[in-house]
Structures are given as C-alpha cells and as structure tokens.
C-alpha cells in the first residue's frame, strides 16, 4: 500500500494510474484536426468512438480548436481512427 491509500482502498483508481505509468511512458500522443464538432455530444461522440479502438489509452477532444488528442500504445492507426472519427459522424481532415 503507498501512503495515498485508505484502508479500504479507497484510492484504487490511483493504484491503477500508478501501475499503467510504464505503459503511459511508452505511449505516443498524435493531435488530430476535425470538422464539424459544435458541443458536448460532439466531444462524448468522439470520445467513445475513437477510445474503442484496440491500442487507444486516452482522447481528449477540444471541441472549440476542432483537435482531437489520441494517446496510443506506440504508432496510432490514422485510418483507424479517421473511420472511427466518421462512424461519430464527423470528419478528420488530417493531423494538425
């Protein structure tokens, strides 16, 4: 147990982020450009599309600057994630 913890563990989302630090540090962030998002449907929609992929650790949309961040487990999959971006019902027009 590290010193954050409570006797019931009631930090265990912190254990979880501690044990996947050496994955983290091995992770690549890749900013990508897309059209035609307006609001947080928009921002859930992407999120939950493109954070299904297999090798995907995090996504973080910043629906004003229309970029979408992906966090994956070594080199990302651009076709992947651009169909998964469209499947959202959006369109990724390239890194930015």
Known sequence: MGSCCTP??????????ISTATAVAESTST???????TCG???TAVTTSVGALDGVLSVDVDVAGGRVTVTTGGEPDDAAIAAAVDEA??????RA
């Not at 019902?89 to 390239?94: A, Q, R, V």
């Open 8 to 17: 019931d563990n009631s930090c265990s989302t912190n254990t979880v982020e």
């Open 31 to 37: 900013v990508y450009a897309v059209a035609g998002m």
């Open 41 to 43: 449907h928009c921002k």
């Open 89 to 94: 019902g959006y369109e990724l027009t390239g």
